[in-house]
């Protein structure tokens, strides 16, 4: 991926306790992204594609439109921020995935969202 179309993505999990009901096997998380363009050229978020899994090792895959129901246009330099949810199985899980975006030039590229771990308080030491 060239220096001008370059998107770091960062994600805070948190458990969602009040809406969660272990006992149904119901874990819910909220997590809050960060998308920045750290690149030299403007892009705007198109798609997502996500991939959650369970302690079980089952997969829920998500895809669509932009995010929260809108398609972020990011200059360089700008963040766009968002909090969204997910439901699991088991008190842990992992989240991954990718955002696709079209830079102002017309360049179709990824923004990758690193793995990170969805877990219930004082599950993991």
Sequence with gaps: MSEKNK???EAKPQYIEAQSSPE???YVFAYTI???NVGTVPATLLTRHW???DANGKI???TGEGVIGEQPYLKPGESFRYTSGAMIETPVGVMQGKYSMISDEGENFKALVPKFTLSIPRTLH
């Design 34 to 36: 960060t998308i920045t």
């Design 51 to 53: 991939l959650i899994t």
């Design 24 to 26: 149904d096997d119901r």
């Design 7 to 9: 998107i770091i993505v």
């Design 60 to 62: 829920q895959e998500v």
